[in-house]
């Protein structure tokens, strides 16, 4: 029942195994190892002095550096510390979804993976899709003219999953499109508009 | 859309506050910083029911980054929670109010009861200090279900409601039912379950409270769907403020349900610490609390009975419910199983005599109150079944036992207290028959019985009441609050219209509908409204979203606000034009002398009365601004048919819902984009408590089983086909806009229809009886167990 892409995030919140996980998910662990062998800062308990971590990153295109709390998930770093905060908690537990961003262009679940796992990484969210001008990427336009939307919670991370699964499936039918979107909940649109939007947007990305 | 285009109306206008949402710039509770501020953590109850003996906060206190620690022994001068509909018994009584507390005070009811508020620098500190605190519970025996709590010897949960009881009520003349049930010809009898369901709306629910030394206010941020209420609510009955010292603002909220129309313990709480703490405090509920604490919907027990002549007749209804308030009376809970079901219960036809009798429990579980339908899915789902199974019983085909029985003649007044005031359901029954190929269903069947499966068709012609109204008559049913709403359009200088709705938009698009209906009646750019929501520091006044009421209540006010700022636009006009008033028109955004090419734009107007050089200054007042309060005369009564087929595999137990057809009559239609989307959800919500959604508490220890989406199964993309959806307009008589309402509709038709499906699939099979959600346990175990 898994979403090929989204498998790391279902996979770990749930303590289930799930088969082969996406090879951005060990990719991604790397860099962590390299910050903590190299860190000379971490002394003590961890409740007397949180371990923390140095990020270097790519978001939406610009270049972050940051320390962060070892703790803090992606998410968290990408609503608190960069304000970016159309990435949103729906169930912090992999689940629903609503926090899905691209990591080097595939769908994660970006409150089910640590910040530090995306150091060294290019993050696209939802705030980075459009050109710098304004116009929506068609995935968006789609979206838009299809209805695919209503009280817009899930939508920064269902138009997440919806460009990287056209990147891996351009011409889904509407049983895949379906079938890829199950990491993803919504609670009102009862998902019509949504595959309209899809098949939509995969066409206008075909362009 | 250009300008002067009044054919807005009932065209799929894309909606104008998509781009904020789909670049990620929407404003939701969770998104809004303030400086300085802390953040809330609750600690709840793990314990279903248990006596609080000792709460020891010392360490938390002490806690690094802890700026408060509070218990329910600290909220002095708070009051509990108010419910704000009384239901009186059938013994005259008033119902059992126990108090609801806002944090738990020597007891708590229910595992997630609030125990405990941490405030902090940071989320992980009120945590890390939350689990510090130590409660010394003694644990009692706790009770779940809403029949189990009324049986002799149960735990008693509030001293207040001895047995648990809330309330017996009832509808209905007993007398003429029973005389009916008499010379009935036959009798179809049917145990009915309306599952618990958990609302589920994405975003949790939020707040963050601030308060202001300088002025001694507070403004609160909070997920809700009618901030008014919210603030009414909570200043006049909980914390005793005057409202003008809250300002509560609904920014972006992310679905609703229900789930966010209530009054709940944490933002008042927050409210109320954020003066001790003197600063902002977030809060917002990660996904395992809103399982545990949301209110959830329905849970019902039900006995029903429906009595025939020989000819398929119905003569009589007899329904009989036991129904789960929960630990709490929630802000609407009392009133959800009573006036909002057992009026419902004649459905879409002529049954001369119903009596329904209800009997309320407490329970230690979360409380229970409105969820998408709201007692109308509970109702309907009474009656379509029991139609069926009439069907079924005296071997009539589903449609034409329904067409037996329809209301044909309006307005008609029902042996539960209703007028409906206009109707067609021949048409909507006819046309769902024709979408969803009725007549090529037998085809089908037998092409699915070759392949092994067990294909079904099922009806619901439903009805539902929205937009509850008018005021007085639902005070004298027991309302504590009145059921208008109120419009206020300002007229800016230049001719752009700002509209302020005490309607609240968390995913209907009111911001595009209600701006059509402004464009539209003004003949002005649809660009140039803007519509705003949600802040009682904005909008006169509100009543809020919920019940399918916005377009109907809230759209009317915002017309009748409409209707002053045109009359007064003709007095301005008449002077600048000299004319007479009464030879002004109004049109395309014209203001012209009738009969004359002499006329005036309406920014023309609009300039005019704010730079009144030109003007009346002695009879009228300066500015273009009307505000209207609208209280409507009737509920509005949308109806309509939705079929549905299903396919089973008997050696799994399957259910596969391979098409579902809905025409439906909401009257007059603003955005029919819009509202097929609004009938998609309630489908999908609809087809998940048939199918797929249920809510469980251990019998024993009270904790809760479902309690993350890995345990309750929500509706996925993949469980669902693409429905066929389709309208019939009969416009409502008493609103102008003709329009009755429409968000509700797919929640309270789709549950019988699936469900009959599912029964009309398994009746060669010698299966009587699936309990929602058919699932594949319980379709598989009924199989074998007919067999056996």
Known sequence: MLHDGLAAGAATSAGVATGALPSHRSRSILPIRNVQSSSTAVTGRFEESPLSVQLSLSVNGRAVTATVDARTLLVEFLRNELALTGTHVGCDTGQCGACTVLLDGRAVKACNMLAAQANGAKVMTIEGLAAADGTLHPMQAAFKECHGLQCGFCTPGMVMSAVDLVERHPKADEKTIREQLEGNLCRCTGYQNIVHAVQQGAAAMAK | ????????????????????????????????????????????????????????????????????????????????????WLITGTDGKPMNEPPHPVLAQGKVRHVGDQVALVVADSVLQAKDAAESIDVDYEVLPSVVSCVDA????????????????????????????????????????????????????????????????????????????????????????????????????????????????????????????????????????????????????????????????????????????????????????????????????????????????????FTNTAPVDAYRGAGRPEATFVVERLVHQAGVDMKMAQDEIRRRNFIRTFPYATPVALTYDTGNYDATLDEAMKMADVAGFAARKAEAAKRGKLRGLGYSTYIEACGLAPSNVAGALGARAGLYEAGQVRVNPTGSVTVFTGSHSHGQGHETTFAQVVAGRLGIDIGNVEVIHGDTGRIPF?????????????????????????????????????????????????????????????????????????????????????????????????????????????????????????????????????????????????????????????????????????????????????????????????????????????????????????????????????????????????LQAARA
């Open chain 2, 1 to 84: 859309m250009g300008a002067n285009d009044q054919s807005l109306i009932g065209q799929s206008v894309r909606r104008k506050e998509d781009v904020r949402f789909l670049t990620g710039v929407g404003q939701y509770t969770d998104d809004v910083v303030h400086p300085h501020q802390t953040y809330a953590y609750f600690l709840r109850s793990p314990h279903a029911h248990a006596k609080i003996r000792n709460i020891d906060t010392a360490k938390a206190k002490a806690a690094p980054g802890v700026v408060g620690v509070f218990t329910g022994a600290d909220l002095d001068g708070v009051n509990g929670l108010p419910c704000g």
């Open chain 2, 150 to 361: 009324l049986k002799a010897g149960a735990p008693q949960i509030h001293e207040q409601a001895p047995g648990n009881k809330c309330y017996t009520w009832a509808l209905g003349d007993k007398g003429a039912v029973d005389a009916a049930f008499a010379k009935a010809a036959h009798v179809t009898k049917l145990d009915i379950v309306n599952n618990r369901l958990i609302p589920n709306a994405i975003e949790p629910r939020a707040a963050v409270a601030s308060y202001s030394r300088a002025d001694d206010s507070y403004t609160l941020y909070v997920a809700n769907q009618h901030p008014h209420v919210e603030r009414l609510l909570m200043t006049a009955f909980v914390l005793g403020l005057p409202e003008s010292k809250l300002r509560v603002i609904a920014p972006d909220v992310g679905g609703g349900f229900g789930s966010k129309i209530f009054l709940y313990a944490e933002e008042t709480a927050l409210v109320w610490a954020s003066k001790r703490v003197n600063r902002p405090i977030k809060w917002a509920a990660e996904r395992s609390e809103s399982f545990l604490t949301d209110a959830h919907g329905r849970d019902h027990v039900t006995h029903a009975e429906l009595a025939l002549d020989k000819d398929g007749k119905f003569l009589a209804m007899r329904v009989q419910s036991t129904v789960n308030m929960g630990a709490y009376l929630s802000t609407f809970a009392s009133s959800v199983p009573t006036i909002l079901y057992a009026t419902l219960l004649a459905g879409q036809y002529t049954t001369p005599a119903i009596h329904a009798e209800v009997t309320a429990s």
């Open chain 2, 542 to 782: 509100g009543m809020g979203t919920y019940g399918s009421r916005s377009l109907a209540v809230g759209g009317t006010a915002i017309v009748k606000a409409l209707d002053k700022v045109i009359a007064k636009g003709k007095k301005i006009a008449a002077h600048l034009l000299e004319a007479a008033e009464a030879d002004i028109e109004f049109a395309d955004g014209k203001f012209t002398v009738a009969g004359t090419d002499r006329s005036k734009a309406f920014a023309e107007i609009s300039l005019a009365a704010y730079v009144p050089h030109n003007y009346p200054l002695g009879t009228l007042e300066p500015g273009l601004e009307e505000t209207a309060f609208y209280d409507p005369t009737n509920f509005t009564y949308p109806a309509g048919s939705h079929i549905c087929e299903v396919e089973i595999d008997p050696e799994t137990g399957v259910v596969e819902v391979v098409a579902f057809t809905a025409c439906d009559d909401f009257g007059n239609v603003i955005n029919p984009m819009i509202v097929e989307g609004q009938v998609h959800g309630g489908v999908a919500q609809g087809i998940g408590q048939a199918l797929l959604e249920r809510c469980v508490y251990d019998a024993e220890t009270g904790q809760l089983l479902t309690g993350s989406y890995m345990d309750y199964a929500m509706p996925r993309a993949d469980d669902l086909p693409s429905f066929k959806v389709g309208t019939k307009v009969t416009p409502c008589t008493h609103n102008p806009l003709g329009a009755k309402g429409c968000g509700e509709a797919g929640a309270i038709g789709a549950p019988a229809a699936m469900m009959n499906a599912v029964h009309d699939a398994l009746l060669a099979s010698g299966v009587t009886r699936i309990d929602m959600p058919a699932s594949p346990h319980r379709v598989w175990a009924a």
